[in-house]
């Protein structure tokens, strides 16, 4: 993604889980040193589908080399 410093985004999702566990919605750069660039937020999910809404102002991004994704392996399951 090519996002720019000190503009805040909002990522929005529906999901739910087979049984309820926690993810991580993290924002970071797509290169060495992969650091973080303003989201990282622990979701908990449900049984039943939710929507979701989470804003963050970008920092230290990259140019085209942002990315948004989750950490499904906090739990076993």
């Given at each position: 993604?090519?996002?720019?410093?000190?503009?805040?985004?909002?990522?929005?999702?529906?999901?739910?889980?087979?049984?309820?566990?926690?993810?991580?919605?993290?924002?970071?750069?797509?290169?060495?040193?992969?650091?973080?660039?303003?989201?990282?937020?622990?979701?908990?999910?449900?049984?039943?589908?939710?929507?979701?809404?989470?804003?963050?102002?970008?920092s230290?991004v990259?140019?085209?080399?942002?990315?948004?994704?989750?950490?499904?392996?906090?739990?076993?399951?």
């Amino acid at each position: 993604l090519d996002l720019k410093n000190g503009i805040e985004y909002a990522v929005s999702f529906k999901a739910k889980a087979g049984e309820e566990r926690a993810v991580k919605l993290q924002a970071g750069i797509d290169e060495e040193d992969w650091h973080n660039i303003g989201l990282d937020e622990e979701v908990t999910l449900g049984k039943e589908w939710k929507d979701y809404e989470y804003k963050f102002t970008a920092s230290e991004v990259a140019p085209m080399k942002n990315r948004v994704g989750f950490v499904l392996g906090m739990a076993k399951g």
